[in-house]
């Protein structure tokens, strides 16, 4: 069974920074590319951050570039997302995802449940 636990959420001021992370199960991890999608307040979802199996191939959501971060552990089976420089708008329900390709990191299969970030004073 394909599992998915994310952590790391939490409440943080504004220009303040967390490190979400992603434990992976059930499936050959290093194999597929792996992505961050979030879903705001009221909001529809927002891919973030996508990284290719390998990490060779890493892009990021022009509302996050500069400020976000995603790697990956082969070793451990996890992904992360260190997240700097926080905004009220990046409050969101941070999902991780698993893609059924080795690059092609929008074309998921899994879902994780989510945490969640809360960016306020």
């Known amino acids: 069974e394909v599992q998915l636990v994310e952590s790391g959420g939490g409440l943080v001021q504004p220009g303040g920074s967390l490190r979400l992370s992603c434990v992976a199960s059930g499936f050959s991890f290093s194999s597929y590319a792996m992505s961050w999608v979030r879903q705001a307040p009221g909001k529809g979802l927002e891919w973030v951050s996508g990284?290719?199996?390998?990490?060779?191939?890493?892009t990021d959501a022009d509302s996050v570039k500069g400020r976000f971060t995603i790697s990956r552990d082969n070793a451990k089976n996890t992904i992360y997302l260190q997240v700097d420089s926080l905004k009220p708008e990046d409050t969101a329900v941070y999902y991780c995802?698993?893609?059924?390709?080795?690059?092609?990191?929008?074309?998921?299969?899994?879902w994780g449940r989510g945490t969640q970030v809360t960016v306020s004073a």
């Open positions: 990284i290719s199996r390998s990490s060779a191939t890493i």
């Open positions: 995802t698993k893609s059924w390709h080795s690059t092609w990191y929008w074309a998921v299969d899994y």
